[in-house]
């Protein structure tokens, strides 16, 4: 995996910050456990877990990328704003713990997929074994990655609650709710064909979340202040049922998605610009072909807690009356070449 953006900032803050010597030091700890979890943890998830989608290094690799973007500008959007204004809003320690937790917080997938969140702690003592000098380090990087998904303490979704505001390291202080809020963001938005492939043989249970990620494409866009979902829908070797199925899986990503981007900027002041979700869903015949038909809207705010609410499709498809699947069904029956 090629040094990411996010990372070549990280390697630019701590030497700028800390000193060359200091600073490369950091890195190179940083770079130590990276280059281990890449070549001897991340390839052996999908032997443990064969049925999931990519949790290895293209993943992380996504997830770094996804941070980049939700902090940073488009460097060709507006000219007149400073690219890295807000990222700068968080110091060189804070981005260092954010890219260990990044590159950390599957790794308990290794053992089963279950509560793997909470599995952080052996994988890292592995790694680092018997030394002392990281031990704040390895606490607050089991207590973002913990908070990445799962419950709380409490029993309830809300696991960034359970996240101290502020903690220290090497006597600095950590935005650490800030960091875990990235951190679940990134990841949530960590969907595609990338996560996938047509040549994995899936189980008929899980082979709804490897369609899901073949159909999804995810755009980041600060500046305009929002979340771009476009689903591209193959038709032809789909039925009215498979086809009804996939619609219904979409919508229930769509909300949590939407879901988590609401949520996380509650603790994440970094994330208060992201202010709506918008979604398209494409139709398509031919890849190379303008679709056969296309739905567009958009979510905006209310913010929420996840589990308050469960994602509902039918909610979404009364907001959204475009979005019933009799409607669509009904459409795409007129359209020339569409077997349904």
């Known amino acids: 995996m090629e040094q990411t953006d996010i990372e070549k900032y990280l390697e630019k803050s701590l030497k700028k910050k800390l000193g060359k010597m200091k600073g490369m030091d950091y890195y190179a700890d940083y770079q130590y456990v990276r280059k281990i979890l890449i070549q001897d943890v991340l390839p052996n998830i999908k032997a443990k877990e064969p049925e999931l989608t990519d949790h ?22 507006n000219k007149e704003i400073d690219r890295y204004k807000d990222i700068n809003k968080l110091t060189c320690y804070d981005l260092y713990i954010l890219c260990l937790s990044i ?7 290794i053992e089963g997929r279950k509560d793997h969140n909470k599995k952080v702690l052996k994988i890292y003592n592995a790694i680092r074994p018997n030394n002392r000098e990281f031990d704040s380090e390895k606490q607050l990087i089991s207590k973002v990655t913990s908070a990445h998904c799962g419950i709380n303490s409490s029993g309830s979704l809300d696991t960034l609650k359970d996240v101290k505001e502020k903690e220290f390291l090497s006597g600095m202080p950590i935005k650490l709710q800030e960091i875990a809020g990235i951190l ?14 047509n040549f994995l043989k899936i189980k008929r249970e899980s082979k709804i979340y490897h369609q899901y990620a073949k159909i999804t494409h995810i755009s980041i866009d600060r500046g305009n202040e929002r979340i771009i979902l476009t689903y591209d829908i193959p038709l032809g070797s789909e039925t009215e049922k498979s086809l009804s199925t996939l619609l219904l899986f979409a919508y229930k990503r769509l909300i949590k998605l939407d879901e988590e981007r609401r949520y996380t900027k509650f603790y994440s002041k970094l994330l208060i610009p992201f202010k709506k979700t918008e979604f398209t869903f494409n139709f398509i015949i031919n890849e190379d072909d303008p679709p056969k038909m296309s739905i567009s809207d958009i979510l905006s705010d209310t913010c929420v807690i996840p589990g308050k609410k469960r994602p509902n499709p039918t ?12 409607n669509i069904m009904r459409k795409l029956r007129k359209i020339n070449g569409v077997k349904i």
């Open 56 to 77: 290895g290094e293209r993943h992380i690799e996504n997830v770094l990328n996804n941070a980049w973007r939700l902090l940073t500008y488009d460097e060709d959007i």
């Open 103 to 109: 590159l950390f917080h599957d790794v308990g997938n």
């Open 184 to 197: 679940r963001l990134a990841d949530e938005l960590a969907e595609g064909p990338q996560r996938t492939s």
């Open 315 to 326: 909610n979404l498809m009364n907001e959204f009356k475009e979005l019933k699947i009799e």
